[in-house]
Structures are given as C-alpha cells and as structure tokens.
C-alpha cells in the first residue's frame, strides 16, 4: 500500500473512494477518468477487495502508486461492495477529507462531473450525486420528490432534483453527516448499503440531491416489470448469489427501518418477485433456493458473506 501525502490546501478536502474486485482494466478506465477532472480530487484512494487478478501490479505498472495524491488499501478479504465503502469512507475520513465522492470501478466520470458536484454543494450535512448514464438514458430510473416522477431520460430532469435515495456511485457524502450517522452497513457485502445509508441520512434530516450536469457512465441495471392485478413491480434481473444479497438486505433493512411493513410490504413483494423470477430467469431452482436463504437469513437477522454457505456459487 502506497503512503499518501497529506491533502492539498483547499477551501474543502474532497476524497475520491473506488472499491475493486477483480476487474483491473475497468478500474484503470476509471482512474484515467478521475485523474481528469477539471477539478482535481485532493486525494484518491483505491480499495481492493483483495482481488486474485493481478490488480494492484496493474495499478503500480500504471504509475499510480508512485503519486503523491494517491493511496491503494488492499482488504484482507473480500467484503464486497458495502464493506469496501465502509472502509474506504472511514479511511478518507480518517485522513482530514471533508467530503468524499464514491464510485464503484466500472464508473467513468466525465471530465466536469466532480466541479459540477462542488459547483452545488452548499449544505454541510446534505449528500449530492451525480447522474448515471448509459447510453441516451439513465442507468436505473431515479424517483423525484417534488412530484414522485421515475425519471429515466436524463434531458427531462430538472438541474438540481431533490431524491430519496442515491446510489453508491457518484455519491458525494459530507463528513459531518457520517460523524452524525455512522459509516454503510458493512454487513450487507452487496445491494442495499447505500439505501440503508440513505434512510439513515434522511432520518437524521440530510436532503439527497441529483445534480444533472454531473454524469458519469455506466453499465444500466436490467429489469423487467412483473405484476398481478392493481399491484406492479420493477424486477432486477440477478444471478442466484446476487439474488441472495437482494432477498436478505430488502429484509434487514425492513427490519431496522419500516417497522410492520416487513410483514405487510416487505415479504409480500418478496413473494411476488420469487414468482417473477421463476417466470422470467434462468436457473430456477437456485433462485428459488437463494431467494429462501435469504428470508431465513434476514429473518435471522444473519449479515456478513454468506453466499457460498448457502452453495449459490458467484
């Protein structure tokens, strides 16, 4: 691991977090993309999800650790997304930033993207995101306060457009707010951290905020609809193991946020994406076994990496 520099002096100290796993040429892409923002980050840090693919000799064959600005934290173990944002955000934090922009390694931010953010960014304890794209659309459509519109085509949102949610990717998260609320629930290894985090937030009285001119590019989640008579739902369409994470962090999260709604709304819709699932995907029975692991599991109240103990493969 590479020893960062203290930051530059600025008027705020802005951090750029990246979890990896795995997929170095995607995460040269995008540190090629942040280390051309039109608005330098004062400090970049990698985490690596202790990644098997030669990933950290690529990073070194490409100068970066050799840069004052940068630093590589390798985890010991795979803690996948959730846990790699947690530890990132507490080590930028650690190290004086007082923000910090997180971004998974399949992100390409465009050049402005980050001095767009920052051009907004006045409240202290608020959170700004910046705008997935892939292709002429958003990556996942984006749902507005203001009047509860699902947004997917980027020309019709307004500048500024106050959400309940932003994802972890271009997310600018304020150091006052997490010394209020806490770090991403590490326990969650995949899907859902960042909507925990947000409930959090907003409980605690941030204001999420999409910014249109920040883009960054990136793959687009694939979903379908699936419904019964007076009731429709936006269905992902996962791999069995990633189905697991989905099924058991709707659960935690209900757990700790939504009271009784985890019996009246929570596990019914459950019900009803199982069924999607097994109409519209793949490999049925090891969606139908990762879908109850992960009830058992929520219900139990059980986090941490547990897809292989279930036999889902990855």
Request: aromatic content about 8%; some cysteine.
């Amino acid at each position: 691991m590479s020893v960062a520099a203290p930051f530059a002096s600025s008027v705020e100290r802005v951090a750029v977090v990246v979890v990896t796993y795995n997929r170095r040429a995607l995460l040269l892409d995008c540190l090629a993309a942040l280390c051309a923002q039109s608005r330098a980050p004062d400090h970049l840090l990698v985490v690596d999800n202790a990644s098997s693919d030669g990933t950290e000799a690529a990073v070194a064959a490409a100068g970066f650790l050799a840069r004052d600005d940068f630093e590589y934290l390798r985890l010991p173990d795979n803690r996948g997304g959730a846990g790699g944002f947690a530890a990132g955000l507490a080590h930028a934090l650690a190290a004086g930033a007082d923000r910090v922009w997180m971004m998974d390694d399949d992100a390409l931010p465009a050049p402005d993207a980050l001095e767009c953010l920052l051009d907004v960014a006045r409240g202290a304890r608020d959170v700004y995101g910046s705008v997935a794209i892939a292709g002429e659309r958003l990556a996942w459509a984006m749902q507005l306060v203001a009047d509860g519109r699902r947004v997917l085509d980027p020309e019709t949102l307004p500048a500024v457009a106050e959400v309940g949610f932003l994802p972890f990717l271009g997310i600018l998260v304020p150091a006052a707010l997490v010394a209020d609320i806490g770090l991403p629930e590490a326990g969650y290894f995949l899907a859902a951290d960042d909507l925990e985090f947000c409930l959090r937030a907003r409980a605690a009285g941030a204001r999420m905020w999409l910014v249109a001119a920040s883009r960054i590019a990136h793959p687009p989640s694939v979903t379908y609809e699936f419904g019964v008579p007076g009731l429709r739902l936006n269905c992902l369409r996962l791999a069995p193991w990633k189905r697991y994470y989905d099924t058991r962090n709707r659960i935690l999260l209900a757990r700790r946020h939504f009271g009784t709604r985890l019996w009246t709304a929570t596990l019914p819709s459950i019900a009803l994406r199982l069924v999607a699932t097994l109409v519209h995907e793949p490999a049925r029975i090891a969606q139908l076994r990762a879908t109850l692991a992960g009830v058992l599991d929520g219900l139990s109240g059980r986090e941490g990496r547990r897809h292989e103990r279930w036999r889902l493969g990855a």
